[in-house]
């Protein structure tokens, strides 16, 4: 009887031979994994758009808020009325705030504590308060408490808004100016600078380069509040942007001022956004007092 041939094992014929081979898994890659995410991140948003799509009533969207014929009347009136006093209104409050802030900021960081406590007290009230109850107490709170105290409406949107930005501004200010290195001070006094001309001529600019990007986020955030210049009520010639629609929707049982409306405050505030990132690039990553 012939011996049986060895299948597996360590037997007394050889050594074992395999019965079968295992294939490794393959393993995807960090860019494949990658890739993958993506593609079902991006299959999701179109399939949460095609289902939009067919679940918007678009008949009823388009006349509510696509009426050609309503825009088209809104024009130049929103232009040359409603969107050049806003950008006053937006301007005029940024000055404003902006010349406040600096006062504030140089109080915030003075030596003397009656200083500091005023700053403080001031940044942290109106940082507080909402943009709404600041409008409503210069508008009508005032002339109540000081009869026969009128100031003009633009006057009043301007101190509103200059004092909402202030707050926030100044404790911009106050980080750039803290962000310019000691050295640079100590450096102008060696030199016989006073505190003051060292403040104004060595300081100040440099901080400015750090502060721009904020601010100029800060005046985007100033426009989006002048809408609530609104509420004071104004004549024609002194609506802004969410005045005019308001009484354009009124007008017209229709909700297509609102797209207007919406365009018109994004051709300002795009423009700042770009801005912002370009200032950022260029300055937000520089080392404070680097030439």
């Known amino acids: 009887m012939s011996p049986t041939p060895a299948t ?40 949460i758009a095609v289902v939009i799509a067919l679940v918007a009533d678009w008949p009823t969207l ?47 960081l003075s030596s003397v504590g009656v ?3 005023l700053a403080t007290i001031y940044i942290e009230f109106f940082r507080g308060l909402p943009a709404l109850v600041v409008f409503l107490v210069m508008g009508f709170g005032l ?28 404790e911009t200010i106050r980080a ?3 962000a310019v290195p000691k050295g640079q001070v100590e450096a102008a006094r060696s030199l016989g600078m006073s505190s003051s001309r060292a403040m104004i001529t060595i300081v100040l600019p440099q901080a400015m380069r750090i502060i721009l990007p904020p601010l100029t986020n800060e005046l985007i955030l100033l426009t989006k509040d002048s809408s609530l210049a609104y509420i004071l009520g104004s004549s024609v010639d002194g ?12 007008n017209t049982a229709n909700l297509t001022p609102f797209i207007v409306i919406a365009v018109c405050y994004l051709i300002i505030t795009i423009p700042l956004s770009y801005l912002s990132r370009v200032l950022e690039r260029k300055y937000g990553s520089a080392e404070p007092g680097a030439k």
């Not at 002339?143 to 100044?170: D, E, R």
């Open 8 to 47: 597996g094992g360590n037997g007394p014929t050889g050594p074992a031979v395999p019965l079968a081979t295992a294939t490794p898994k393959a393993k995807m890659s960090k860019r494949q994994k990658a890739k993958l995410s993506r593609g079902i991140q991006y299959a999701i948003l179109i399939l």
């Open 62 to 108: 388009i006349d509510s808020f696509g009426r050609v014929d309503i825009a088209v009347d809104m024009f130049p009136e929103v232009i040359t009325g409603a969107l050049k006093n806003t950008v006053i209104f937006t301007a005029l409050g940024f000055v404003l705030g902006l010349a406040i802030a600096l006062v504030v900021a140089l109080m915030r």
């Open 115 to 117: 200083y500091r406590w």
């Open 143 to 170: 002339p109540v408490a000081f009869p026969g105290f009128l100031l003009p409406q633009l006057v009043i949107i301007m101190i509103a808004l200059g004092l909402v930005s202030s707050a926030y501004m100044a």
């Open 176 to 178: 750039g100016i803290q």
């Open 239 to 250: 609506r802004e942007l969410a005045a005019l629609g308001r009484a354009e929707i009124v």
